[in-house]
C-alpha cells in the first residue's frame, strides 16, 4: 500500500508538519503539507479516509494513522488494501505523477469543448473511454452509467459517433451527477463506505439507472437493461438510449 516509501520515510517526510491543504485531483485525495512535501491517497475499491479523536479505538483494517496538534487523527482504512499511499518531495513531482495517470479533471477542467476534443477521433465504445482514468479522471463505473442515462446515450455507442448535442448534454451530466452525489456525501451501498465523519452516504437513494435492473425507467418506465461490458457491469434504458451506429462528422480525426 506504501508502492514509493515506507512507515519510517513517512515519520521522517511528515513528522511536525502543517497540513496546509486538501485537494483532489480525480479520484486521489491530496494533502499538502510544509517544505512542499506531499500525500496522495486513492481509496480504490474498499478505502475510507475518517477523521477521529485521537482516544477513539482504531477500526478494523487500520493502515494509516496521522495525528494532529489538536488530538484527532486521520486514518486510512481498506479491508481489502487496494488503496495506495505515495509521499512527493516537491510539487514538480506530484505533477509529473498525476500527469502521467490522469486525463482532465471530470469536475474541474471539463466542458463540452474539452470533451469534443478528448473523444475526436477515438474508436472505441463510450462507456470503457469514460472509465479510463487517463481519458478524463474521477469516474467510476457507477457515475458512468448514470452520466450517460442523463445523457440519453447508450453505453455501447462508438466515441466518435456523438452529435455536438450528444457531448454537449453528456459533459453537462458528467459535472451534475458527480456535483449531486457530493452533495450527499457519496453512494454506500454497503455498511463498507463511509465519508469522513463516518456517515453513510445517501445518492444510493437518487439513481436513476446503475443498481436498477429490471426496474423502471424513473423516465420513461421501461425496464432497465443490464450487460457486461469490459467485465463492469452497465445500466442503461434501452429505449431512453437507443444504440445509434450511424457516425456523426463532428468527432472525425482532423486532417
Known sequence: MLPNSSEAELAHALGGLRVEAVDRRGKYVLLAFEQDRWLTIHRKM??????????????????????FDNRSV??????????????????????EFLSDRLGPDSLVDLDAAVLADRLRGRRGRIKPLLLDQAFVAGIGNLYADEALWAARIHPLRAAESLSKVEVRRLAQAIQQVLAAAIDRRGTSFSSSYRDADGLPGEN????????????????CGKPISRMLIGQRSSHF??????LRLRRQKLLKPRR
Open 74 to 95: 486521520l486514518r486510512f482504512v481498506d479491508a481489502r488494501k487496494f488503496g495506495r499511499v505515495n509521499l512527493f518531495t516537491s510539487s514538480a513531482g506530484l505533477r
Open 46 to 67: 474498499s478505502g475510507n479516509i475518517l477523521l477521529r479523536e485521537a482516544d477513539a479505538a482504531p477500526e478494523l483494517h487500520t493502515h494509516l494513522e496521522i495525528g
Open 237 to 242: 434504458c434501452a429505449k431512453c438510449q437507443p
Open 204 to 219: 444510493q437513494e437518487f439513481l436513476s439507472a446503475y443498481g436498477r435492473a429490471d426496474r423502471p425507467c424513473p423516465r
